[in-house]
């Protein structure tokens, strides 16, 4: 295609490199998985709309005036800002999309499908597209014009009925899952959808729900639901089948410790001076230890409460007990295994670091390439070099009449715009 051409950063030799995909996704779920596929060496194309963009880009701090909502999950990326309402921006993104191998958005069902963008439309212009479309609750079902964000789809999968203290409310989980996770799942399906097009030639539509990604990792609490007719309920810090496994409070913070089987059981008992438990028939098997789980509980909270953390890590990996400290991120930055494992970055704007690299290939190495791209950074490069846009005047006359913007015509201050964008987000 003639978009594999548009490669301008320094990835032709990651795997991705030469397919290109057009971007239409904002805040989480879809930006993650246009980066991790920006990553691995793709031309992401994000288009946006002028003046605001994606939303998160008003989420504050700033630095650089980049937002870091928006620096977590845009690196690798270009920005180009058309207005696709206007007969002109949408032309463009026509043209952008008839040269891609693939089309990622997260508008609501429908959306696309008003600006005669939908996979019917598409599919039929371009039989070798793949079209992933992310939504909250899929394009055909009984909840599909629902609008979804993070926390709507934890309460409905299930997932905050599980989170939180046994006797206290639902819980929200710390981090977006119900937008990573469908992340992940979106750019594992792009990747199956790609090498399918390399097989048969075709692309294909595909429909990721964040609440189906969600639900599918309830996982083994369906089964033990439907074989015991017990509803899984929250359990705090600890698991609710495998005893012991869970955090307990140490002289001076929490401690993990996950005995999982027979083995580390009898390992965390000498461990803690208490053999005497390994004769006690209350805790003599998993099950057992399950059903007592209240005393056993208390037990080893005060055995725990009478040395530091950092001293029963020393004296629990000694004894070959599975355990980790609870750390907080501004522990983790600066973690050895952090560090060791390379997963922190320079995002390339600021002083803003961001997670990478959590899987390492042997054959290539990924990274920061390029630094999350500030709004229309590269709307005249791309449409330029695709031959739809003739050349700086065209280009400054489309900024005047609002179909796109470029940062070298005087559309709007970057730091003034992020400020503003704060006030609206």
């Known amino acids: 295609m003639n978009a594999a051409n548009l490669q301008l950063t320094p990835q032709d030799r990651l795997p991705l490199a030469g397919i290109t995909i057009v971007d239409l996704t904002h805040v989480i779920a879809g930006p993650f998985a246009s980066m991790i596929l920006a990553d691995l060496g793709a031309t992401v194309i994000k288009v946006e709309a002028p003046g605001r963009g994606d939303t998160a880009r008003g989420t504050p701090p700033h630095d650089d005036g980049i937002s870091h909502f928006f620096a977590a999950v845009n690196r690798n990326k270009h920005s180009v800002a058309i207005n696709i309402k206007t007969p002109r921006g949408k032309k463009l993104l026509e043209q952008l999309i008839a040269q891609a191998d693939v089309l990622i958005h997260n508008f609501r069902p429908g959306v696309m499908e008003n600006l005669c963008l939908g996979y019917d439309v598409l599919g039929q212009r371009h039989p070798g597209l793949v079209y992933c479309a992310i939504s909250g609750f899929g394009q055909d079902s009984p909840l599909r014009d629902r609008p979804a964000f993070d926390g709507v789809i934890q309460a409905m999968s299930g997932l905050m009925s599980l989170t939180g203290e046994a006797?206290?409310?639902?819980?929200?989980?710390?981090?977006?899952?119900?937008?990573?996770?469908?992340?992940?799942?979106?750019?594992?399906?792009?990747?199956?959808?790609?090498?399918?097009?390399?097989?048969?030639?075709?692309?294909?539509?595909?429909d990721v729900s964040n609440f189906d990604c969600l639900f599918n990792i309830l996982g083994y609490y369906v089964p033990y639901y439907e074989l015991t007719g017990k509803v899984p309920r929250r359990t705090g810090g600890a698991h609710p089948t495998v005893v012991p496994m869970g955090g307990f409070p140490t002289a001076d913070g929490y401690?993990?410790?996950?005995?999982?089987?027979?083995?580390?059981?009898?390992?965390?008992?000498?461990?803690?001076?208490?053999?005497?438990?390994?004769?006690?028939?209350?805790?003599?098997?998993?099950?057992?230890?399950?059903?007592?789980?209240?005393?056993?509980?208390?037990?080893?909270?005060?055995?725990?409460?009478?040395?530091?953390?950092?001293?029963?890590?020393?004296?629990?990996?000694?004894?070959?007990?599975?355990?980790?400290?609870?750390?907080?991120?501004?522990?983790?930055?600066?973690?050895?295994?952090?560090?060791?494992?390379?997963?922190?970055?320079?995002?390339?704007?600021?002083?803003?670091?961001?997670?990478?690299?959590?899987?390492?290939?042997?054959?290539?190495?990924?990274?920061?390439?390029?630094?999350?791209?500030?709004?229309?950074?590269?709307?005249?490069?791309?449409?330029?070099?695709?031959?739809?846009?003739?050349?700086?005047?065209?280009?400054?006359?489309?900024?005047?009449?609002?179909?796109?913007?470029?940062?070298?015509?005087?559309?709007?201050?970057?730091?003034?715009?992020?400020?503003?964008?704060?006030?609206?987000?």
């Open 167 to 206: 006797n206290g409310p639902p819980v929200r989980a710390g981090l977006s899952v119900g937008d990573f996770i469908p992340g992940l799942y979106a750019a594992m399906s792009i990747v199956v959808g790609i090498r399918e097009k390399e097989r048969h030639g075709k692309g294909q539509f595909i």
């Open 255 to 425: 401690l993990v410790v996950a005995a999982f089987n027979q083995g580390f059981w009898r390992n965390l008992c000498k461990a803690l001076g208490r053999s005497d438990w390994l004769d006690d028939p209350r805790y003599a098997t998993l099950t057992l230890r399950a059903k007592h789980s209240e005393p056993l509980f208390e037990a080893l909270c005060a055995e725990m409460r009478r040395r530091t953390t950092a001293e029963w890590e020393e004296i629990f990996k000694a004894g070959d007990v599975p355990c980790g400290p609870v750390l907080n991120v501004g522990e983790l930055v600066d973690h050895p295994q952090v560090r060791e494992r390379r997963l922190l970055d320079h995002s390339g704007r600021g002083k803003m670091h961001v997670p990478v690299r959590p899987v390492k290939y042997g054959a290539f190495r990924d990274g920061v390439q390029k630094p999350p791209p500030r709004l229309g950074e590269d709307t005249g490069a791309v449409l330029s070099r695709l031959g739809f846009i003739a050349g700086d005047e065209e280009l400054e006359r489309l900024a005047v009449e609002g179909v796109l913007e470029d940062p070298r015509f005087p559309q709007s201050d970057r730091e003034d715009q992020a400020k503003s964008q704060e006030t609206r987000a």
